[in-house]
């Protein structure tokens, strides 16, 4: 990359944010950094976006993920820190300690000059939201609801934390139980801790205390 091209990718990166922060509120979604979200109804759908320059040409990248709203309320409960639930919606999308989300789809669009920037931020945040919402139809037409969804994706990122997840959602905690346990005795605590204890470890001792309720 030149330098006038490096110059150029930085007024664009310059103009995009700017645009996305001026215009979300007219999709009727939330930025935080570089993550657009929103809240729709038991979801929360997030795209992190950025500016690339790649094959000669200037683009804009979305990568969408989506999670149970109610995902985050049972990780923090499993995990001792009940009262981040309190906190706003933006922490369940870039706060350090939240339920992951899976990333299901990623989008890229070209931008030929800066004056296009506001028309293809509008059109990326526009397609983000109806694709989600097509997406959420697809999962409930297939699965019947997102946990049997989870259940079934195999190799994301995250799998069995999710996957226990799912099953606590269920109230499946037996199930729950078993794969904090597999995952223990293999020796993966899992990629969280809290007070020297690992992510795991809690939702062994919290399946085990429901069950014994």
Known sequence: MTKGQKEILKEIEKAVKYVMKQNINR???????????KKLGDYLISAIYFVRFSDNQYKLTLRY???????????WEVFDMKENSLQKDS??????YTAPSIQWDEKTYTITNISEVEQVCMEAINEFITESK???????????NFDLFILK??????????KMLAYINMNKYTDAEYIANTELKQGRGGRFQNNGIDINEYVLMYCRK???K
């Open 210 to 212: 429901k069950q014994f």
């Open 91 to 96: 922490f369940r999308v870039n706060g350090a």
């Open 27 to 37: 999709a009727d979604c939330k930025i935080v950094s570089n993550c657009i979200y």
């Open 134 to 144: 097509l997406f959420i139809e697809k999962i409930l037409s297939d699965y019947g």
């Open 153 to 162: 994706q195999v190799g994301i990122m995250d799998e069995m934390l999710l």
């Open 65 to 75: 993920n989506i999670k149970l709203y109610y995902y985050d309320n049972i990780f």
